[in-house]
């Protein structure tokens, strides 16, 4: 007897920790499609129904592998500000950041959700630790308060799981789950900061003296720590101003990428998923016109 009461609260509890996982992803879901309404009408941009769902996905998956950091962060979207920073040519700036923050008894994380995937974080960490330091220094040193560590939560899927989500089998999900760790952690230390900072500056002196000078081809065609593609490839493809990039131009007339010349090179949109989420983007949110005098 008493052991089929014990299984009974077991039962209980277990149904009780069901119900609420059920509530609280359609509570999430709620809250997704709450904020990406009010995004699209602040921003007037719309996401193709897939990348939205991706989004949403990502958000879940989130919550199920890192619930216990979602359930005890004390401040989320914490705004950090450094103003007042002046370049080495005068130019006047300001440096801001958006992080979470867990308190618990005795320590204090400082989080940075980052929607890249862990492997390309874990690859290039010096990136990563060179913008936590800046955060850790305004933090310690302008808010007066005490930090134990700072991590990047990297929400992209690994591919694998990916895999699992799309084969939608629930017991592979679960291992797959298991498996990935998002959370990378990254040492902080103050004595880069200055230097951190000068780099800001320096980039800020470059936009302001109007100096956009492309990386070499050389670089275009070097392959990105942590992935198996050229920087051309990863970031060029995506970039709006490659067609008026010497640098990309020049990286397309030598790549055997490119060996249709010219038309394929001006014809070419960028990876097939993003034409394909651009065209449903546009079929699905963009009412045809009524007028001729709305294509004016
Ligand atoms: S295409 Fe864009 S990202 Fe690539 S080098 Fe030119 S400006 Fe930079």
Redesign the pocket.
Known sequence: MKDELNLLKKDKARLKELQYLVEMEEWITEEYEANYERLRLEGGHALSPEVKRQGLLQVLMYFRKMREVAETVTETEVKLTLPEQTSPKGNKFTIEGVVDIIREKDSTTMYDVKTHDADYVKANKEDYIDQLNVYTHIWQNLRNETLNGTAIIATQFPRTLKKAIDADEEEKLIRELEKWNPVIPIPFSQEKVEDTINKFACVVDRIENRE?H??SVDE?QERIKGTKQR??TR??RN?D??FS?D??REYAQKSSSFSGGFAQYINDLGNSDEVENFTNTNAFETPPPNDINDLI
């Open positions: 956009f492309p990386p275009l920087f051309a970031v060029c970039c101003a490659r990039c640098a990309y």
